[in-house]
Structure formats: structure tokens, C-alpha cells
């Protein structure tokens, strides 16, 4: 078993920065890889981004790339998602999720994703 507990979410201006923690208790942090969802209002829950066991390969949504960046400290078992340039279409729960092992044609795929926090809010204002 693996908990996921999420931290750091808040009410940011556009433009602004957060970083997420995700605090992995259970099954050691670097057993396991870790991906980071977000799910807006009335959307579907949909990928941020991954990061294999080690941290030393890394995946992002397209609409991520650039300003999101996936990071993890397996001393702290921990991982982070920060955040730069937010736009108010960023506002939603995010969550983040473990799984064994990232296969790259399921890396944004919700079902493999075994072990689920219980997300954090995060606002953008206009």
C-alpha cells in the first residue's frame, strides 16, 4: 500500500508560481513512479505529468510543457510538481497518483495508476 498526501495548493494570480508536494508514506517513495492529474470543474480528470522511479525520465502533457516541471526527492519520498506561469484554465483539484512502473503508450492513462491522493485545490485568478 502506498498513501499519497498532497500539499501546497492555493490562490495564485496568473502569472504567478505554486509547487505541489506529494508525500508518499507505505511502499517506499523510490518504488514506486508517480504522476501528477489535475480535474477542473465539470472536465474530466486529465494527465499533468510522470516521473519514472529514479526521476531521471520524466513525461508532461503537451499543454504543460515548458511551465510545469515534475521533479522528486526519494530521500524525502516525496515529489513535486512546480508550476510557473499559470493561466486561470490551470484552476483545478490536482491530484497525484503511484503506480509499479511507467510504459511510455500509458503514461496518461488514470487506470494504471494505482494509488491516488486526495488532491489539492489550486486557483488561478484573472
Known amino acids: 500500500q502506498v498513501q499519497l498526501v498532497e500539499s501546497g495548493g492555493g490562490l495564485v494570480q496568473a502569472g504567478g508560481s505554486l509547487r505541489l508536494s506529494c508525500a508518499a508514506s507505505?511502499?517506499?517513495?523510490?518504488?514506486?513512479?508517480m504522476g501528477w492529474f489535475r480535474q477542473a470543474p465539470g472536465k474530466e480528470r486529465e494527465f499533468v505529468a510522470a516521473?519514472?522511479?529514479?526521476?531521471?525520465?520524466?513525461y508532461y502533457a503537451d499543454s504543460m510543457k515548458g511551465r510545469f516541471t515534475i521533479s522528486r526527492d526519494n530521500a524525502k519520498n516525496t515529489v513535486y510538481l512546480q508550476m510557473n506561469d499559470l493561466k486561470p484554465e490551470d484552476t483545478a483539484v490536482y491530484y497525484c497518483?503511484?503506480?509499479?512502473?511507467?510504459?511510455?503508450?500509458?503514461?496518461?492513462?488514470?487506470?494504471?495508476?494505482?494509488?491516488w491522493g486526495q488532491g489539492t485545490q489550486v486557483t488561478v485568478s484573472s
Open positions: 497518483a503511484a503506480r509499479a512502473i511507467i510504459s511510455i503508450p500509458t503514461v496518461a492513462s488514470l487506470g494504471k495508476y494505482k494509488y
Open positions: 507505505g511502499r517506499t517513495n523510490s518504488s514506486v513512479a
Open positions: 516521473i519514472n522511479k529514479s526521476g531521471d525520465s520524466t
